[in-house]
């Protein structure tokens, strides 16, 4: 029998592929600054929240609208008015889907929002302009003959990062996010690996142009959406796994509470379609791998190592598209197993539109048609 130590064994090379890596990250992640921290103390890793209604091979009953002109579709806003559906594109353009012709779906490239803009959270303002949350040129606002203007890109001397989510409630104030002040769009993952609070909730009044940190130490904010009585607003921390709310009017204004917790993926873009539920799109489905990443700070330093050298793949699978009630009880989910990073839900009529952060097109299914065989 071979030596299994000899330098031409098979396992001997494997053991060796494997070891020189990890010493070597171990080393330098003792002298890089790559500071990973734990998740909060009250985080938890029990099982997630059961959901009631789950459409677990969405894919096959997926329409593609838009594919091969819309590329990395994050966030959507729809138009009732003029029946446009509009999104971000990875290259900078805000592009719409005019959605009255009768299944044509006409893409009209509509503003790109600067050189180096890429737009992600997008919502109908109140005077017919569309407010975007740029991640890299903060939020702006496009009136409807196309002027782009920067509202603001900084709060407290802090210059947003990666401003992510954004909504607006009924009096005109804009609610939005920034993910993270520390990392740009293009290394977020470094953000979510991190897992340290980068993220604030902030407030934009137009008719004063004063932006107020609501809230900070947050992990990844992403999604914001106003709740229909305006009392509140929805916003979610992806690396948590969870939304909570935060009240904007009344006697409890100033305060947040949980709102849902333990989600099976990874939290977007939220919006409320109007009819009694908020849609958040999960970007990638819960997995154990990322339980063990998240539960140790040492192995995402060691990813982020070892990921300088090889690209490791992170499982962005199952995602999909959650419905849950005003009160953050979970109605239905819509995901996938090859469904990658769904960014955002927006239920208009009877279809659920989806966005996603790298696809090249907008999907949607019929909800009266999602009589889908489980497994
Ligand atoms: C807000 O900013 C806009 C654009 O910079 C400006 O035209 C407007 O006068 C400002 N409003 C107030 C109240 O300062
Ligand atoms: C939420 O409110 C609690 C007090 O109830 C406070 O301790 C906490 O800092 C708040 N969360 C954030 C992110 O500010």
């Known amino acids: 029998m071979a030596d299994p130590t000899h330098s031409s064994s098979p396992i001997f090379k494997l ?159 804009i609610y939005f996010t920034d993910a993270s002040y520390k990392y740009r769009l293009d290394n977020h993952m470094l953000d979510i690996l991190e897992a340290r609070p980068h993220g604030r909730l902030m407030s934009f009044d137009p008719s004063s142009n004063e932006t107020i940190v609501l809230l900070g130490d947050l992990y990844f904010a992403n999604g914001v ?61 819960r997995t154990m791998l990322w339980d063990i990443f998240f539960k140790y700070p040492i192995l995402r330093r060691i990813l982020y190592v070892v990921d300088k050298f090889v690209t490791v793949p992170k499982s962005m699978k199952n995602s999909g598209v959650l419905g849950v009630s005003l009160d953050g009880q979970p109605v239905a989910l819509y995901s996938d197993p090859n469904l990658i990073l769904a960014t955002s839900g927006l239920k208009i009529g009877n279809y659920l539109y989806y966005g996603s952060l790298y696809k090249s097109y907008i999907s949607r299914i019929d909800l009266t048609q999602t009589k889908i065989p489980e497994k």
């Open 15 to 173: 053991l060796l592929l494997l070891i020189i890596p990890v010493i070597y990250s171990t080393y330098v992640y003792q002298t890089d600054n790559y500071n990973a921290g734990p998740l909060p103390e009250d985080h938890s890793f029990e099982t997630s929240i059961s959901v009631p209604e789950w459409h677990d091979r969405i894919l096959a009953k997926a329409q593609r609208i838009g594919e091969g002109l819309l590329h990395g579709p994050e966030d959507l806003a729809y138009d009732p008015k003029s029946r446009f559906l509009y999104t971000g594109c990875l290259d900078g353009w805000i592009r719409r889907v005019d959605l009255a012709g009768d299944g044509e779906f006409k893409v009209e490239n509509w503003v790109q929002t600067g050189e180096h803009g890429r737009p992600l959270g997008v919502v109908l303002g109140l005077d017919g302009s569309l407010i975007i949350a740029d991640a890299y040129e903060g939020l702006l606002k496009v009136s409807p003959d196309k002027e782009v203007e920067v509202l603001v890109d900084e709060a407290k001397g802090v210059k947003f990062g990666i401003t992510d989510g954004v909504d607006v409630a009924s009096d005109g104030t």
């Open 225 to 285: 959406a106003v709740s229909p009585d305006q009392k509140s607003l929805i916003y979610c921390e992806t690396v948590l796994r969870r939304c909570r709310r935060y009240y904007i009017q009344g006697e409890n204004k100033g305060i947040n509470e949980s709102f849902i917790d333990n989600l099976p993926g990874y939290p977007d873009n939220i919006r409320y379609d109007g009819e009694g539920h908020y849609w958040i799109g999960l970007s990638a489905g």
